[in-house]
């Protein structure tokens, strides 16, 4: 399954991270100048993201951070930017030095970016040295959604998740890979979905550790089970009580955004409110120096700098607002059936844990489902090692069916 030669006519143009120090002194001058909120009146998260959390983020992210480690660890990498569609489209590239590796997109969610995915770069490409064979090797390409980090800020309307997975069916054609598979979670999964149901040439599978088609909700049997009454519970919890960045950028990106570019500590506050579990384990990372797996203060910070860096906020915010113009005006219509196999993993801290019912309701072709014992949300990002073995197995029938 390797690469073939580079298409003849398109642009691919090595890329490198370097921000002037300029950039970073006035990051840490913006911190210093927060001006503070009064302490929340309850004793958990329910009025937000609490002083404590934000207050000890900020201290370190001002006075201990180290943005220059990141970037020396994403120059380590090939990175690379390509025009598609009119928009730049930036992507890390890692090919395995093993033989046949099999070639691998993987789409990163909100709030999350490329960062969430280094860990898992060796595990996939170098399974060898990571306790896999390798025969389980993968070429990673890991892309930067538009709109989201090093890729350019869309100008027109329209990049919605459809179009961004027509967007990464031509960055794999412009590789050369003419046989690969695809996997996403949060709105990786919903860009993983569309490549599924648009059926690109050479898409031979699909993984997602997020149910985003139909939002779940549509799924219960007229008989719940205990599993499927658990989730709709969660969903319930959630759309009551923790979901309102997804009602602000659903219908009001821009005016949040004017915050998000404003002020740093406006933007980590926001991006840290995303669901309970992730929440208390970033804030325990900050406030008791106990990270839960590779979630820790420097790689948070890392996620979020790059955000303020970027200055992408707003744009990444504007995502959801087109995906749901999209989904207002597909509302009814019939949607193509994801036809190539799917797999699919439910992480224990998710927002939901989705119950096997309700995936093949979604999709006639399941040929992987595992519930594992730990991760969240953010689960490549929590469990790289895990997260891999889970793309693994769910890709390994794959390989000898594609020979």
């Not at 006519?9 to 210093?32: K, N, Q, Y």
């Not at 930036?90 to 997109?105: C, D, G, T, W």
């Not at 896999?132 to 890991?142: I, K, N, Y």
């Not at 205990?226 to 009551?240: M, Q």
């Amino acid at each position: 399954m390797a690469a073939v030669e580079q298409q003849p006519g398109s642009s691919i143009r090595p890329f490198r991270v370097d921000f002037p120090e300029e950039a970073l002194t006035e990051l840490r001058h913006l911190i210093g100048a927060t001006r503070w909120p009064s302490r929340e009146l309850v004793s958990d998260r329910s009025q937000g993201v609490q002083l404590a959390t934000t207050q000890e983020l900020a201290r370190y992210w001002e006075n201990d951070y180290d943005w220059r480690r990141c970037e020396a660890k994403l120059n380590a990498l090939p990175q690379f930017k390509t025009e598609i569609d009119g928009e730049d489209v930036h992507f890390i590239h890692v090919k395995s030095r093993h033989e046949n590796a099999m070639p691998l997109i993987i789409t990163h969610g909100w709030p999350g970016s490329v960062i969430e995915m280094l860990g898992v770069i060796g595990p996939l490409t170098d399974p060898t040295a990571h306790g896999g064979s390798a025969e389980d090797a993968f070429d990673l390409v890991v892309p930067s959604v538009p709109g989201y980090g090093f890729s350019s800020e869309p100008t027109e309307l329209g990049w919605n998740v459809g179009r961004v997975a027509g967007a990464w069916a031509e960055l794999m054609r412009r590789l050369g890979y003419t046989r690969y598979v695809a996997q996403g979670g949060d709105v990786g999964a919903a860009v993983t979905d569309a490549m599924g149901r648009q059926a690109p040439d050479g898409l031979l599978g699909i993984h997602m550790n997020l149910l985003v088609a139909g939002l779940a909700g549509g799924y219960p049997s007229p008989a719940p089970s205990e599993e499927e009454r658990a989730a709709l519970d969660a969903i319930h919890t959630f759309k009551t009580s923790g979901d309102g960045y997804l009602i602000e950028q659903n219908t009001r990106p821009q005016t949040i955004g004017y915050a998000l570019l404003g002020s740093p500590v406006a933007l980590a506050a926001w991006i840290l409110d995303h669901d309970t579990d992730a929440y208390y384990k970033i804030s325990r990372a900050f406030l008791d120096k106990q990270p839960s797996g590779n979630l820790t203060r420097d790689n948070i910070l890392d996620n979020i700098t790059l955000y303020w860096l970027t200055g992408t906020g707003a744009s990444a915010a504007r995502s959801y607002w087109e995906n749901t113009q999209a989904a207002a005006k597909a509302a009814g219509k019939p949607r193509p059936e994801v036809k190539v196999p799917v797999g699919f993993t439910t992480f224990p801290g998710e927002i939901w844990r989705t119950p096997r019912s309700w995936v093949e309701k979604t999709y006639p072709n399941v040929t992987y489902f595992n519930e594992v014992d730990k991760g969240g949300h953010f689960a490549a990002w929590e469990e790289p090692e895990l997260f891999a073995s889970e793309i693994r197995a769910s890709f390994r029938p794959l390989r000898s069916s594609d020979k």
